[in-house]
């Protein structure tokens, strides 16, 4: 079991930036590899970043170039700075951890925090 807690969401202007936190209950090291999701209004669930035991990172591509993910497994927190914000980042941002063992997928999600991007 893995709880996820998310914080640094909140409403930031065109071009602005944040810096999303995910604290996790357990060891990050022990987690195979941890990741950001979002979900706007009606629209599916989307990968953001992932970052995976070993510090591999893969982003979306309308995020290349100006989201970050990392990890400080001493606080057993992964990041998402976010910057140059476009208005199309409006959404709630999910954290998630996989945890893999016996080659089953275990997935865990923290609660969503909302990110408005607007004038």
């Known amino acids: 079991q893995v709880q996820l807690v998310e914080s640094g969401g909140g409403l930031v202007q065109p071009g602005g930036s944040l810096r999303l936190s995910c604290a996790a209950s357990r060891v990050i090291f022990s987690i195979n590899a941890m990741g950001w999701y979002r979900q706007a209004p009606g629209k599916p669930r989307e990968l953001v970043a992932t970052?995976?035991?070993?510090?591999?990172?893969n982003y979306a591509d309308f995020v290349k170039g100006r989201f970050t993910i990392s990890r400080d497994n001493a606080k057993n927190t992964v990041y998402l700075q976010m910057n140059n914000l476009k208005t199309e980042d409006t959404a709630v941002y999910s954290c998630?951890?996989?945890?893999?063992?016996?080659?089953?997928?275990?997935?865990?999600w923290g609660q969503g925090t909302q990110v408005t991007v607007s004038s």
């Open positions: 970052i995976t035991s070993s510090n591999n990172t």
């Open positions: 998630n951890a996989r945890v893999t063992s016996l080659a089953v997928h275990y997935d865990y």
